[in-house]
């Protein structure tokens, strides 16, 4: 019974620490807790059936060089990744997670409403991976969400606008950033050239 009430306590006090580190500096230098991203990434088969390649709807960038990438810049030292990944870009995806110094912990399936394209199988899902750095509390059990987000399909590569909600429910409290962003979320920072 103890441990009930003491933890909710320790949770709350462990996000308002890191809520205040990441509000350290002036508005350019902000950080976030809490990182959103679907990588750019590039496929080595880039053009599907109708002849369509990848790089004719936004840049993409080589596994090697997101790797080098400083997301120290963006993230403070105790921070939670949610990160977009289709089935193919799964094994670098978790070779980006590990390289941004995060440890993969679980993920969630956006179920589309329409089937996409694939090589083996079509593909009517994509996964939004979820890693951690440092130490970072899970979310609140009421705060924890369905595994499985049921969505339509949008413009190529958009991501259904229902996972900001999800993620600001999960941490209602941590600063929120989202890397490679088409738009602007209110109370979030954003980076990427669309915003």
């Not at 809490?34 to 993409?60: F, M, Q, S």
């Not at 949008?154 to 490679?180: N, Q, R, T």
Request: proline content about 7%.
């Amino acid at each position: 019974t103890t441990r009930r009430i003491v933890e909710p306590k320790r949770r709350a006090e462990r996000n308002k620490n890191l809520a205040e580190e990441a509000e350290v500096g002036s508005d350019a230098s902000k950080r976030c807790a809490v990182l959103l991203t679907d990588p750019p990434w590039r496929y080595e088969h880039c053009e599907d059936e109708d002849g369509r390649a990848i790089e004719k709807n936004y840049p993409t960038v080589p596994l090697e060089e997101l790797c080098r990438w400083n997301i120290d810049k963006l993230v403070i030292k105790d921070a939670v990744l949610f990160m977009w990944s289709t089935s193919p870009k799964l094994a670098e995806a978790m070779h980006l997670i590990e390289a941004w110094g995060f440890s993969y912990r679980t993920c969630a399936t956006w179920v589309k409403d329409k089937i996409g394209m694939g090589y083996y199988f079509r593909q009517r899902h994509e996964l939004l991976l979820v890693a951690t750095r440092g130490k970072v509390p899970t979310p609140a059990p009421a705060d924890r969400p369905d595994s499985v987000i049921e969505a339509k399909r949008g413009k190529h590569s958009a991501k259904p606008d229902i996972v900001y909600g999800i993620i600001e429910g999960m941490y209602p409290d941590l600063p929120k950033g989202e890397l490679f962003a088409r738009k602007r979320r209110p109370g979030w920072l954003a980076w990427g050239n669309e915003v």
